[in-house]
């Protein structure tokens, strides 16, 4: 049946994590999985909560922008409870978007790479985008949203023309749709391990399993960062997530929130 809705209980039954996801929330539809996450939260909603919609009618990127979430894709949010200070909120992007990756390389064998900040592409196409938002308690976080958009099965007629040249999805790729459940029970299985890695303090693992995924670093780049724009090498991203970028006149630049576009020259 063309992009069905998931079956949540085949869902339930498949998953396999030790806490995430046992409290889910299937919509069919919602403005945003992130709002309704944020709202769950605010009510005490446990950590490992996890809302996931069939389509969303303002669902979100960074800096604001519209996420087009037509009926097929992944749209899912999990509330988190780190012990972390708000400028260390960005690992939590980096480790989600390792366990992304890693799971579409194993479970269909595509060559799934990272880019900074937040996405996933497949052949320098846009499969998966995600977005952290986080609630603050004085400099640390209350709670942290964790919203990652995965392109799955529909094909790109279902998304704007305006994007149909940046963006691609699992069916566009495979040429037939994924099962969905087993592709979300494997996706929160590795992002539960992760997860406990992470809190166990092994940011290196997290860190380098980012690095061998990446598809700029080492990659001549541009920045957008608000009103500026400047190029350079992409070298590194340092020990809190931040990208490390050689400027063409070989000054060292952080870069702490900008878009990042790899140089079609390369």
Known sequence: MKNRSLNIEKLRKKLKTTWLGKNLHHFMETDSTNNVAKALAEQGAEEGTIIIAETQTYGRGRLGRKWESPKGGVWLSIILKPKLKMREIVKINLLAAVAVAKTIREEFKLNAEVKWPNDILIDRRKVCGILTEAVSEGDRAKYVILGIGINANFELAALPE???????????????????????????????????????????????????LSCILNRKVQISDYKKKFEGLAIDIDKDGYLIVKLNNGILKKILSADVTLRLTD
């Open 162 to 212: 305006t994007l149909r040249a940046t963006a691609t999805s699992l069916k566009e790729i495979l040429g037939k749709e994924v099962d969905r459940e087993k592709f979300i029970c494997n996706l929160l299985k590795n992002f539960e391990v992760y997860y406990e890695k992470f809190k166990e303090g092994k940011t290196d693992l997290i860190l380098n399993n980012w690095r061998k």
